[in-house]
């Protein structure tokens, strides 16, 4: 195994979980089978299913310095996640989704709100020695900043041999200029 790591940028939030046996019909009450708190995201889920595969993965996003991080914090940990190249941004509340799991047919509905937190900006990214990284993967949210972080490594990747994976997830086909990152992965999720 290399020393190297992958790493995996993008959004990293808390997910409340609640699995109904239906989906509920709007402006009624009705009980959850079950309820829990945990990370979510798709780059924060990424990182620790990437981790459970045996890399040493290291998740690079923002995250607020608020009471709920901690709960994502704790979970990178345990499953050895590194995020000590994250930026942490004081007065901001920590991204949020709500996700209502209807246990009778599978279908997962989601609520998502970050009213404060910003994106990871493309100073934060060109902080990182990226001779740790055999392989970096994007989640297709801010477009502009992500096509500069890959200029940064394709720039990197110019003077050495031992070339970084580039891959990036390209989920939502809406996203403004989301097609610009289409040519510029090794390797292209789609959602």
Known sequence: MTDKHVLLVGLACLDIVSVHDHYPIEDTDS?????????????????????????QVEYLGTIASHVFSEIIEKDFQQYNVKFV???????????????????????????????SLPELSVDDFSKLNL?????????????????KMITIIENYNSSIT????????????????????????HVVGFK
Not at 31 to 46: E, H
Not at 91 to 112: D, E, K, Q, Y
Not at 163 to 176: F, G, M, N, P
């Open 162 to 185: 031992d070339h970084i994976r580039i891959s990036v997830e390209l989920e939502k086909a809406i996203k403004k200029d989301i097609d610009k990152l289409l040519p510029l992965g």
């Open 31 to 55: 009980r959850s089978i079950k309820q829990f708190l945990t990370r979510g995201g798709n780059a924060g889920n990424t990182s620790v299913v990437a981790s459970q595969l045996g890399e």
């Open 131 to 147: 001779s740790q990284y055999s392989w970096i993967h994007f989640e297709g949210r801010n477009i502009t900043n992500i096509l």
């Open 85 to 115: 190249n994250c930026r942490f941004h004081e007065n901001c509340l920590t991204p949020t989704s709500c996700v209502i799991i209807n246990a009778t047919n599978g279908t997962r509905t989601i609520w998502h709100a970050n009213n």
